[in-house]
């Protein structure tokens, strides 16, 4: 980060965990959002508000975003394309459309810009920590001008090779994740309907061949009764039909991630589209009639471990 200048572009729940991570008391670090509401979370005097993208791209020579959609990505994108040169390195963290990642890159290389997928797994908490895992592709030497940047934001690093194969591994990750979240409902539901206490079933899962990292995470914060992962509905919802999508260009025949879309859809109506993601659980119970609550379960996910030393993943 010696002879980097950054600017990072979407300041989101997850984006303003991962920019503070960028804060260095000896660089400057440019920051835009167009709800201008979220600078207050950042105090720092080397930190840069930008009231303009145009001030944002002409200060920073690594650009960085992390936005909710494709469609945010490519007005963003539009927008900054006529500020982009040589010296530029675009390194896009959102899950998105593998497509428009490949149409955006082709116009920002035009420019004279280099560009770098990597988009982020692992949860909210572990990119406040610094702890999240990316995945990362394009060309082999901007991932290693990225690198030094990455190690700030994540532990485990995978390069995956040409362009476009990080926003699919990701949108694969999310759709998995999806799947799991639905079957730890439904196992919570049958544990309960059979008077187990839903802590020791949190245990046994843990132990067991069933276990995940949603189960380790998600289940948590169901059984503490906050739902709280700082994932949307609407945000699950687009990755699962992006995954769709993907499917859906080889006639591949995805009948779970059919029935994913449509259980988030009636989610989406039912609980609204900002409802945390797990809220879908809520479905679940009010079937059942009954409350996946459990003892000394927590409201909030936070990873107590220190930041670890970045690797990448061979």
């Given at each position: ?86 010296k530029h390195l675009w390194i896009e963290m959102s899950t998105t459309d593998k497509n428009q990642m490949k149409d955006l890159t082709m ?208």
């Open positions: 980060m010696i002879n980097e200048s950054i600017g990072f572009i979407g300041l989101g729940n997850v984006g303003s965990k991962l920019a503070k991570n960028l804060i260095n008391k000896n660089k400057k670090l440019y920051l835009f959002d167009k709800n201008k509401r979220a600078y207050s979370k950042f105090k720092s005097s080397n930190v840069f508000k930008c009231k303009y993208l145009k001030d944002l791209v002409l200060n920073s020579s690594i650009i960085i975003t992390c936005l909710p959609s494709p469609s945010s990505i490519k007005i963003v994108i539009s927008s900054i394309l006529p500020f982009v040169e040589k116009l920002f290389k035009k420019k004279g810009g280099k560009v770098l997928e990597a988009p982020i797994t692992g949860g909210e908490h572990r990119a406040k920590s610094g702890n999240i895992s990316i995945l990362s592709a394009g060309d082999r030497n901007s991932f290693k001008r990225a690198f030094p940047v990455l190690s700030k934001l994540g532990h485990q690093i995978l390069y995956c090779g040409k362009m476009g194969n990080a926003s699919i591994l990701k949108i694969i990750t999310n759709y998995l994740a999806s799947l799991n979240l639905i079957g730890i409902g439904e196992a919570l539901a049958v544990a309960k309907k059979n008077k187990i206490d839903l802590g020791l079933t949190y245990k046994a899962i843990r132990i067991s061949s069933g276990n995940s990292f949603v189960n380790e995470t998600e289940t948590k914060v169901i059984l503490g009764g906050s739902y709280d992962v700082g994932f949307t509905m609407d945000l699950v919802n687009k990755d699962i039909w992006l995954f769709n999508k993907l499917a859906d260009e080889y006639n591949i025949p995805v009948d779970l991630g059919k029935i994913l879309n449509k259980k988030f859809k009636n989610g989406i109506n039912k609980l609204g589209s900002r409802s945390f993601s797990t809220s879908i659980i809520k479905l679940i119970e009010k079937d059942c009639n009954v409350k996946f609550r459990a003892k000394n379960f927590p409201k909030k996910l936070i990873d107590f471990q220190k930041k670890q030393k970045s690797i990448e993943i061979k």
